[in-house]
């Protein structure tokens, strides 16, 4: 059996961790051996972005750390992905270009320069979703979830973060997906996009 590399990509509230716990579930179901992981990463770099311990950095020293973990991320993927196994990734280098291109607090990288620091440590998907949602329903959401608001959920920064997207979505080729539809026809719609590629 081939393996598979599907990235879900998406502003804040979209839905992206439900979806990919959901559809690990419905393709373990299957009889699949389905790996599911995120970015940053909980170990190392990613675990050391997490915590927040890097203090007031730039967008652009915040940018080459998200790349050096998705360097040894990527690593991981490949071997798993060689393996037969079909990997599910929640958020991939399309959010590292959307976020650190958008302006936080007039400080903002410019998007070629973060496209061109990824090209070398990331591996092509063979499908990225993204759960395109309008960032006041979004911010709505995550107002629900009883969490911390991180500096990043701003509405005026997720438009930001929602246009990048969709000129990503539109240049690479992505499959957007209206995350503002149920949950069950967000999960339909994601499905037919991976039956595509894993069949």
């Given at each position: ?72 991320h ?10 037969g ?16 291109s ?39 959401r ?58």
């Amino acid at each position: 059996m081939s393996g598979a590399f599907i990235v879900f990509e998406g502003a804040d509230g979209a839905g992206k961790s439900t979806l990919c716990e959901r559809i690990s579930e419905e393709l373990r179901g299957r009889g699949k051996d389905a790996v599911l992981t995120a970015e940053p990463t909980h170990e190392g770099i990613g675990a050391f972005i997490r915590s927040g311990s890097a203090g007031e950095i730039s967008q652009r020293t915040e940018a080459l750390l998200f790349v050096a973990d998705r360097n040894d991320h990527t690593e991981w993927i490949q071997e798993q992905v060689s393996q037969g196994k079909i990997v599910l990734c929640d958020r991939y280098f399309a959010s590292t270009v959307a976020y650190q291109s958008a302006r936080l607090d007039g400080d903002a990288s410019e998007m070629d320069w973060l496209i061109r620091i990824n090209d070398e440590f990331i591996d092509i998907p063979d499908a990225i979703i993204l759960l395109d949602i309008d960032p006041e329903v979004g911010m709505g959401r995550v107002g629900t979830r009883g969490e911390e608001i991180s500096k990043f959920e701003r509405l005026d920064f997720q438009k930001q973060v929602r246009s990048n997207y969709l000129y990503l979505a539109e240049q690479y080729g992505f499959d957007v997906v209206d995350a503002s539809m149920t949950r069950d026809e967000v999960f339909k719609k994601a499905m037919e996009i991976i039956e595509a590629v894993i069949q």
